[in-house]
């Protein structure tokens, strides 16, 4: 069986160093808020190009907490609108509906990350902010759409959950916007063994709100200057995440070499592959593939005939957030692009401990598919 991502193995590599960070922390004494926190958020800054790196108990906190900064700070008001993507994960419209935003669903482009095109036409008079989603590894069009804000005056949180080390012409995920939310959720390319998520900005003012917001609205114990939550990364995920941080960039070349032998052996019509950005679709070094996707307008017979060949795949995602029941006023609404992509995608397995045979098992399991399950 060739699974779709085993954690075991992933984390396997770096058992040895894990284990000691995990007992430095326990011998330390200290849990919440010490210097492996503090260490792997200057780490983490770094490798972003971002002045200010705040680690927070997920990734939905990172861009909840960020737009509840931004209201503080006046910059955004209840009923005010944010652009998001319609084909993206739920968490990203939660974060804009929990802080009383109003969420404009916008479809993507051909890169399945949101089209700049269509986020210019919807801007409106109450529109604020602009949430791109950087969808399985690629960055959205980030020059196009800071190109956008700037004209508007709106500002911009990159989802970078699923793009770390994700650039354009060498400028990273979490550095392009005014600030970006990071989820660590175990899967991910840079994955804690729990939750864990961050946020970046280089606004000082920004940074010292969410400082405070995580910790109970708190700089100094026991004052509080706002009505803040419990959201902060602990020692032991902090340290475990340094640990895996010096290791991103090469496992980020893993990725992309089995990404190259799908993008160069997979050849059956009725399979789509995914459209990088660039030009050519093998120009990649930009993309950190967290998910290799493919389409097919017979996904579920794609999907049984992989795993009869003994190929495990997962549906990244299934159900578009607007026709979720947890928005059951948007249920109505229509977005075929989206509603399109749902229904066709599948996601191979990719991850830096996959071997290259498998992954020529899996092209050859593809290339046999004839739309039968």
Not at 114 to 126: N, V
Request: glycine share 8%; charged share 20%; net charge negative.
């Amino acid at each position: 069986m060739i699974e779709f991502l085993s954690l075991k193995d992933v984390n396997a590599a770096y058992a040895d160093e894990l284990k000691a960070a995990c007992a430095r922390v326990i011998d330390s004494g200290w849990y919440i808020q010490g210097k492996e926190l503090e260490q792997f958020e200057t780490e983490f800054a770094a490798a972003c190009g971002a002045e200010f790196c705040f680690g927070v108990a997920n990734g939905l906190d990172a861009l909840t907490l960020t737009l509840r900064a931004w209201k503080i700070l006046g910059k955004l008001n209840v009923g005010d609108e944010v652009i998001v993507p319609a084909n993206t994960y739920i968490a990203s419209i939660l974060a804009v509906t929990e802080n009383g935003l109003i969420p404009v669903l916008v479809e993507p482009d051909e890169s399945l990350n949101i089209s700049p095109a269509l986020i210019k036409a919807a801007i409106g008079p109450k529109t604020k902010a602009i949430i791109p989603v950087h969808l399985y590894g690629q960055l959205a069009d980030m020059p196009a759409i800071m190109s956008i804000a700037k004209d508007h005056g709106l500002l911009v949180l990159e989802d970078s959950a699923q793009a770390h080390g994700a650039s354009i012409d060498g400028k990273i995920a979490g550095s392009w916007g005014d600030a970006s939310g990071f989820s660590f959720y175990p899967g991910k390319n840079l994955g804690a063994l729990g939750d864990a998520g961050a946020i970046t900005t280089n606004d000082p003012e920004l940074a010292r709100v969410v400082k405070a917001l995580r910790n109970y609205g708190s700089h100094e114990k026991y004052k509080n200057i706002f009505q803040g939550v419990n959201s902060r990364l602990d020692e032991i995920q902090a340290a475990m995440l340094s640990v895996k941080l010096k290791y991103l960039s090469e496992d980020i070349q893993k990725r992309r070499a089995i990404a190259e032998l799908y993008m160069t052996g997979i050849n059956n019509n009725l399979i789509q592959l995914p459209l990088s950005k660039e030009v050519s679709p093998l120009n990649l070094q930009s993309h950190v593939w967290h998910l290799f996707v493919v389409r097919s307008e017979k996904r579920d017979q794609l999907q049984k005939h992989l795993a009869a060949s003994g190929i495990q795949t997962l549906i990244h995602y299934p159900i578009p957030p607007h026709k979720q029941q947890a928005y059951k006023d948007w249920n109505e609404m229509s977005f075929p692009v989206t509603e399109a992509i749902h229904e066709q995608v599948l996601s191979l397995p990719i991850g830096p401990t996959m071997s290259l045979d498998d992954a020529a098992k899996v092209i050859s399991a593809c290339n046999s598919f004839n739309g039968n399950g």
